[in-house]
C-alpha cells in the first residue's frame, strides 16, 4: 500500500491505495472505498457511513455514462449522460437524466446540463 494525495475536496487527506487498485479516500466526514479501471477512472465506490454503493460506468471514449446506487443488491437510483459533440468530436453538452427506485413510474427525470467551450488553436485540432 502506498499514501497518494488528493485534493478533490476540502475534506479529503489522502488515499490509500493496495495490490488489486483497491482505494480507501480518508476525509474529515467520512471514507469511502473505490475502485478504478486501467485509464484511472473510478468504476465503484462502497460508502460506509451511507450503506451504498456506486457503481460507475463509462462509454467507448471514456465518457461517464451511467451511475448506479446500490445498497445490499438493490438498485435505488441510476443518472444516466448522454453527450453532444462538436465537429471534431468533444462533447460540448452533457445531459444528466435521473430514474428513481421509490418513484420509478416518472421514469428518468431531467437532472442537469454541462456545457463546455472549447477552443483549438493552429490549423489542425487533433
Given at each position: 500500500m502506498?499514501l497518494?494525495?488528493?485534493?478533490?475536496?476540502?475534506?479529503?487527506?489522502?488515499?490509500?491505495?493496495?495490490?488489486?487498485?483497491?482505494?480507501?479516500?480518508?476525509?474529515s466526514?467520512?471514507?469511502?472505498t473505490?475502485?478504478?479501471?486501467d485509464?484511472?477512472?473510478r468504476?465503484?465506490?462502497?460508502?460506509?457511513v451511507?450503506d451504498?454503493?456506486?457503481?460507475m460506468k463509462?462509454?467507448e471514449?471514456?465518457?461517464?455514462?451511467?451511475?448506479?446506487?446500490y445498497?445490499?443488491d438493490?438498485?435505488?437510483?441510476?443518472t444516466h449522460?448522454?453527450?453532444?459533440?462538436?465537429?471534431?468530436?468533444?462533447?460540448?453538452?452533457?445531459?444528466?437524466?435521473?430514474?428513481?427506485?421509490?418513484?420509478?413510474?416518472?421514469?428518468?427525470?431531467?437532472?442537469?446540463?454541462?456545457?463546455?467551450?472549447?477552443?483549438?488553436?493552429?490549423?489542425?485540432?487533433h
Amino acid at each position: 500500500m502506498y499514501l497518494r494525495p488528493v485534493c478533490t475536496s476540502q475534506y479529503e487527506l489522502f488515499v490509500i491505495e493496495n495490490q488489486d487498485r483497491h482505494y480507501l479516500r480518508i476525509s474529515s466526514k467520512n471514507y469511502d472505498t473505490c475502485k478504478f479501471n486501467d485509464t484511472g477512472q473510478r468504476t465503484e465506490c462502497f460508502i460506509p457511513v451511507q450503506d451504498a454503493r456506486y457503481v460507475m460506468k463509462y462509454d467507448e471514449n471514456g465518457r461517464e455514462t451511467d451511475w448506479l446506487v446500490y445498497t445490499g443488491d438493490v438498485l435505488h437510483g441510476k443518472t444516466h449522460f448522454t453527450y453532444e459533440e462538436n465537429e471534431n468530436g468533444d462533447w460540448t453538452v452533457q445531459h444528466a437524466t435521473f430514474w428513481n427506485s421509490t418513484k420509478s413510474d416518472l421514469g428518468f427525470i431531467p437532472l442537469g446540463e454541462t456545457y463546455r467551450i472549447i477552443s483549438y488553436f493552429g490549423s489542425d485540432p487533433h
